[in-house]
């Protein structure tokens, strides 16, 4: 059973920890008992959608696994900001070997608990999306299909960011990058191009896939909270802003991962065992037109001559996921 | 116990009796076998408490290891050829991590041209990642120098490469006196590790570190493979009151003493060579032999004092640098620094052409003479290399080089000269 939204008399929102909730229907991040895994002081961009989302996602697996918790970090950006040596941010037992390695360090690591009999202590393994669609996308794959007692999560902001805002696998189309410059023709990321792995990981039946976005943080915590209750492979692809990759304005992170979703650029859904179980349906539907024009790396889709074609293109896709997911009220599932 | 095995056969022995907790495998030739024989052992419950992982490739296999490694458990994983290479990534960050990995290397050429067979040139690829590599002569050392690179590898937290020679060894049935679980458990103390990850004592590993550190880092590393060389030789003597045998060290002489030519090499055919060596000293010629066990660190010292009192040395090598000649070569050259003693380089061996005793006789005759080049590639067949350097000059898309060089040669599996 995951997050069913609320929506509080007084406000309207969906605001995390809000003191009118049972108490055990608030989230970990509200709680003053939290683990701070990802404690404050460490080196990320303001406003930065990754370290909120780490910040949510390792607090509420820490929170699940009773403080018992070891991690494993592909190189990127949540690496570097959080342990500038000899600092390190995080509370947590954590290991950084190579930027395509996550998920089979933690197969290590799950392995060497195994063989301890230390059932209680969990593994997750975290990179960002160059680090789980590219580089480590095969050692991703072979923990998936060995259901390797680890959770994995991606945190997705388009690019490689940490190295000056190139292409990715998850970049999305049109989206202008380092390598893919807004230029020529047919500007920015070309279409058919990229994959999206919350699928891949479907379709190797591991029990667990979901996707999230730092706009609905309690929903994450939630489904990070189920992936926790589950042995196995499990996987969980959040969608995390990055005000320097995207150009946006720092204080417009939570508000740009919010349209993502209203749009259906990004389908928010949970998966068990191949099938989709739960959808975050869309609450306001908007053209992608809104979630677009705020980001620098969409500009050249709004100058002296906008490109209408290529919007048209962009609203087709956040249409398919719409009818393939079910984002609104009483479409299909 | 006596026993009648294969080489991998006996290497996988010997890890199981040092009680491995994890084993990530992944098929590569000539190293197959060894994986094999742990996996049945781990499967049937022969071998207990381990955990066996087939992993999709060898830099998974290493990155498993690492993590695993890092996690306390002590862990084995093997490979060859490419795979060393696929991986070499994670074989730099286990040793700059400083996780007591052990290895078997069965040493394999690379390609291209694609070739499963034995040279050097895999291991020596890696010479500088920071591992400890030991070669082993035979495959009873191949046996005794895994239960002492455990022993290493934990006490001094460094990564340890066994390297044997792929086929030659790791295929070849031979005699071997397997230890008994006794005697390995009173050589090997249960693995104690000096970081760890654990939510008792939470630590970050791998953090970044810039300019204002890097270089000591990687100083405490070379320190490390340093105070290697001055415990090897106690834990062989150690080895040796356990066991009752002569396993491991920096390196080893034979007929050296007053030997006025000394034969340098590494591996197996060291057998061939003391062979050579025997019925030239039978015949009256000053020869001897100087094996190297230890390649990483180099016993430059050890190397020095064995070498020194030579007239020439012949460094014959299954390694090539290319450009240059010799890796081997260019090591002991640098033990022999400001000596008055030539040192040739002999390359030999390559992608598994036999060294015979009859090209050895023939060599080393030509050495005692002084009639060597300073690079010299044993029992290279010339007239196919010049036929190809004349194809090319003669038509600019002369094709794919070796296939080329294969049809000159004709149709032939393995030639022995």
Redesign the interface.
């Known amino acids: 059973m995951s997050f069913q939204p609320v929506k509080f008399y007084q406000t309207g929102t969906f605001t995390v920890g809000n003191r009118l909730l049972a108490p055990e229907e608030r989230s970990v991040q509200s709680s003053p008992r939290r683990f701070n895994s990802l404690n404050s002081g460490h080196r990320a961009c303001q406003g930065c959608g990754e370290a909120l989302g780490a910040r949510y996602a390792i607090d509420a697996a820490m929170e699940a696994a009773h ?4 991690a ?2 592909a190189t990127g950006c949540l ?2 900001f959080s ?4 600092e ?1 941010s ?9 930027f ?2 996550a998920a ?13 009999g230390r059932k209680e ?1 969990r593994v997750v393994a975290q990179g960002g999306d160059g680090g789980t669609t590219d580089i480590g996308f ?2 991703l ?2 923990m998936f ?2 259901n390797d007692d680890v959770l994995y999560i991606c945190y997705d902001n388009g690019g490689y960011m940490n190295t000056g805002v190139q292409r990715s696998s998850a970049t999305p189309p049109a989206a202008r990058t380092a390598t893919t410059m807004a230029v020529g023709d047919e500007p920015g990321n070309p279409f058919g191009q990229g994959k999206f792995v919350p699928a891949i990981a479907m379709a190797h039946d591991i029990p667990y896939v979901a996707t999230a976005t730092v706009a609905d943080l309690r929903d994450l915590e939630a489904k990070v909270g189920r992936a926790m209750e589950i042995h196995g492979a499990r996987y969980i692809h959040i969608l995390v802003p990055c005000p320097l990759g995207w150009g946006t304005a720092s204080n417009e992170t939570i508000k740009m991962a919010r349209l993502a979703k209203e749009t259906g650029i990004f389908p928010v859904f949970a998966a068990e065992n191949g099938v989709v179980t739960e959808v975050l349906k869309i609450r306001h539907r908007l053209p992608v037109e809104e979630y677009l024009k705020p980001q620098k790396r969409y500009a050249h889709l709004f100058g002296k001559q906008p490109r209408v074609d290529v919007i048209a293109r962009l609203q087709a896709l956040a249409d398919r996921n719409i009818k393939k997911y079910g984002l609104l009220d009483g479409g299909a599932n | 116990m006596l026993k009648q095995c294969e080489g991998s056969h006996a290497v996988a022995e010997a890890v199981a009796l040092c009680r491995p ?2 084993i ?1 495998a992944y098929p590569i030739s000539p190293q197959t076998h060894i994986v094999e024989g742990l996996g049945e052992m781990v499967k049937s419950g022969e071998l207990k ?3 066996f ?5 060898e ?2 296999a290493m ?11 002590r ?1 084995y994983t093997a490979t060859a050829s490419q795979g060393l290479l696929f991986m070499a ?2 074989v730099y ?1 286990a040793s700059g ?1 400083g996780l007591p990995i052990v290895m078997t290397v069965a040493n394999r050429a690379i390609g291209a041209p694609i070739n499963i067979w034995n040279d050097h040139t895999d291991a020596l690829s890696q010479r500088d990642s920071g591992w400890l590599q030991l070669f082993a002569e035979t495959n009873q050392e191949a046996l005794d120098l895994h239960i002492q690179a455990f022993r290493l590898a934990e006490e001094l937290s460094l990564p340890v490469m066994v390297c044997m020679d792929g086929f030659i060894l790791t295929h070849a049935y031979e005699r071997v006196d397997v230890p008994t679980q006794e005697q390995v458990d009173a050589y090997l103390p249960p693995y104690e590790p000096r970081q760890v ?3 008792k ?10 300019p204002e ?1 890097f270089m000591e880092v990687r100083y405490l590393a070379h320190a490390k493979q340093m105070q290697a060389l001055e415990r090897i030789p106690a834990y062989a003597a150690e080895f040796k009151a356990v066991f009752g045998r002569d396993s491991g060290g920096l390196c080893h002489t034979y007929h050296a003493d007053d030997a006025d030519t000394i034969i340098v090499a590494m591996g197996s055919v060291l057998g061939t060579i003391k062979d050579v060596v025997d019925e030239m000293r039978a015949a009256g010629h000053k020869v001897g032999v100087l094996g190297i066990t230890l390649f990483r660190p180099f016993p430059i010292h050890d190397v020095r004092e064995a070498l020194h009192r030579a007239k020439r040395v012949v460094v014959l090598e299954k390694s090539l640098a290319v450009g240059l000649g010799g890796i081997v070569a260019t090591n002991v050259r640098m033990a022999l620094s400001a000596l008055p003693i030539d040192v040739y380089t002999v390359v030999a061996g390559l992608g598994g052409r036999p060294i015979t005793m009859r090209s050895l006789h023939a060599l080393f005759r030509k050495a005692e003479k002084d009639d060597l080049d300073p690079v010299t590639f044993l029992d290279l067949n010339r007239a196919v290399v010049d036929k190809q350097l004349a194809r090319e000059k003669a038509t600019r898309r002369s094709g794919p080089i070796a296939e080329n060089l294969l049809r000159d040669v004709g149709v032939v599996a393995a030639k022995i000269a």
């Open positions: 403080g018992q918790l070891i494993a970090n690496e570097v342990t500038p040596y000899p390190t995080w509370q947590i037992p954590w290991v950084h070997s190579l395509g390695n089979a360090v933690a197969t290590g690591v799950a392995a060497a608990l195994k063989v301890k202590v095969g050692c794959s072979g299909e060995r | 907790e994890v990530c408490n381990c955990e992982i087939n992993v999709e490739s830099f998974a990155s498993v290891a690492i993590g695993s490694s890092a996690t306390g458990a862990t990534e994670a960050n991590l990850l654990d939510p004592e939470p630590v970050s590993i791998g953090a970044m570190v810039g550190a």
